[in-house]
């Protein structure tokens, strides 16, 4: 069921973002990347572990990043950061021990992110001003 309801809100995400504008900025999906990772840092503050909190604020580090350069130079840099992120939930139980996680969170995540990341690909094929800046 996660997986559904990630995807269904992921469509309704990105629909809003396409039918307000707000996705013509290309700040839209860059910042909708360093706040799906910054999520885990969260669940880390909740369950009070402080190893998880040190090993998810690096990892959001590295997806920050990635939003930034993306923003900066190529938004097929977001892409590659949303699907890599939903992949990365796949395999997160078995690198990092964050007992603030939902049980549902990671197959939502990943439903999310992946769609979110396919959406950006389809706009940046069919859209000329979300080409790569110089």
């Known amino acids: 069921m996660e997986y559904l309801i990630g995807i269904v809100l992921a469509a309704v995400v990105c629909a809003f973002g396409l039918l307000t504008g707000f996705d013509r900025d290309r700040a839209f999906y860059p910042t909708m990347l360093i706040v799906i990772a910054s999520y885990y840092i969260l669940f880390a503050v909740i369950a009070g572990s402080t190893p998880a909190l040190v090993i998810e604020s690096l990892v959001a ?50 439903s999310f992110d992946v769609l979110a990341g396919v959406f950006l690909a389809v706009l940046l094929k069919r859209r000329s001003g979300f080409a790569p800046s110089a």
């Open 61 to 110: 580090c590295v997806f920050s990043a990635l939003a930034a350069a993306g923003f900066k130079k190529n938004l097929w840099m977001v892409v590659a950061g949303l699907v890599g992120h939903g992949l990365f939930d796949f395999f997160h139980h078995l690198l990092i021990q964050n007992p603030g996680v939902p049980a549902w969170w990671l197959g939502w995540c990943l």
